[in-house]
């Protein structure tokens, strides 16, 4: 008995020894399948063996779309162009771990990893599936409709797929790229114009997992309704022009001019946002849309425009005057010549330019007068 128990002893002493000195190269990958939003980044999780008198030289990833045994690889440990969005976050022992950055829709489908040492080569081709998916955005709203008006009320739900109807992930709303809520459902009720603008959802801890967009673009009917007016020079009978203007969402269909009569009749004058008036009155202006209409909140008043033929005839009058006094004033000045005993009397002194001159001449007349005087006493 002591003989048979001694060789079975030895018998598994011998193999437990063989079996660790005959250890096999391997990879294991602790995920079948992989799911990741997209935007997202992710690791599949990798450990290898080989022999223990095996030096790793050499460690790579690979994808299906390539050949997994001669490449191209997206990650070679022997190359220095390997793309930034792949990372081989192992080592050269016994952790083949992988990252992956942002992923793409492209990303999808089986990984592989193989590392080379200094004795042999070895492929794990059972490698991981990974699957890229979107965040998604539903929308419900009260009207059934896909337009949105003032007043309205939207129910907007973010979902993962890879959740698999467990919502456990964390999501962040944004609108135009700003946090405004965290949770999987946006609820926004009596919506206005401050409301307008573009919606995503994203996972918490991971902002570049964008969703698509929903645009939620808020009509309203014609608001903040006025008028401008710019004088005009008279150009076809006409002295002012009009300007309607306002904000509305459909842009205004229609601008409507009115003039007030005197029974306060609106008559219809113009169907633009632009008239000229020639003549004087009260204005306003109506602005509509598909959401409804409004007035211009000022009523323009016009003077009558004055009738330049009248300005006529004062005009043609204080020509004439002036051409008379000119006249008159011109024919007090001509040279006067009076013939009194040789004495000749001037008025031209006056047009002399130097003063001293005129006055001069003015005593010389004045002198020679008084000497003929004398000579007649």
């Known amino acids: 008995m002591c003989v048979k128990h001694r060789n079975l002893t030895w018998t598994l002493a011998l193999l437990f020894l063989s079996g660790a000195l005959c250890i096999k190269m391997n990879v294991t990958y602790q995920l079948g399948h992989i799911c990741a939003v997209k935007g997202s980044s992710v690791v599949i999780p990798c450990s290898y063996d080989y022999p223990k008198e095996h030096k790793v030289e050499e460690v790579l990833w690979g994808h299906e779309k390539y050949h997994i045994y001669d490449g191209p690889f997206l990650f070679d440990s022997a190359m220095k162009n390997t793309t930034s969005r792949f990372q081989f976050i192992g080592d050269k022992e016994h952790n083949c771990s992988f990252l992956i950055h942002q992923i793409e829709n492209n990303d999808t489908g089986k990984y592989a990893f193989r590392f080379i040492t200094d004795k042999d080569k070895f492929t794990g081709k059972y490698g991981p599936t990974l699957k890229v998916v979107d965040l998604n955005i539903s929308l419900a709203k009260l009207n059934g409709s896909r337009s949105f008006k003032e007043g309205d009320s939207v129910n907007m739900t973010c979902t993962n797929s890879c959740d698999g109807g467990h919502r456990s992930s964390i999501f962040t709303w944004l609108k135009n790229g700003e946090p405004i809520h ?196």
């Open 182 to 377: 965290e949770g999987p459902v946006l609820y926004v009720s009596n919506i206005s114009s401050t409301n307008t603008g573009n919606y995503t959802c994203s996972l918490k801890t991971q902002r570049a997992t964008t969703s698509e967009v929903i645009n939620i673009d808020v009509e309203y009917g014609p608001r903040n309704t006025s008028v401008s007016i710019i004088p005009l020079k008279e150009v076809d009978g006409s002295y002012f022009k009009c300007i309607c203007t306002s904000n509305a969402n459909p842009p205004v269909e229609n601008y409507t001019w009115f003039k007030i009569d005197e029974n306060d009749h609106l008559i219809v004058v113009g169907n633009q946002s632009v008239i000229s008036v020639s003549d004087g009155g009260q204005y306003l202006c109506s602005a509509t849309n598909k959401h409804g209409s409004q007035n211009s909140t000022v009523i323009v008043k016009f003077k009558e425009p004055f009738n330049r033929g009248l300005l006529l005839i004062p005009t043609v009058a204080v020509l004439l005057i002036v051409t008379t006094v000119i006249a008159i004033t011109r024919e007090q000045q001509v040279d006067s010549h009076h013939d009194d005993g040789g004495v000749i009397y001037s008025t031209v002194c006056s047009y002399y330019k130097k003063p001293k001159l005129n006055v001069y001449l003015g005593l010389l007349s004045t002198q020679r007068t008084e000497d003929i005087n004398q000579q007649r006493l």
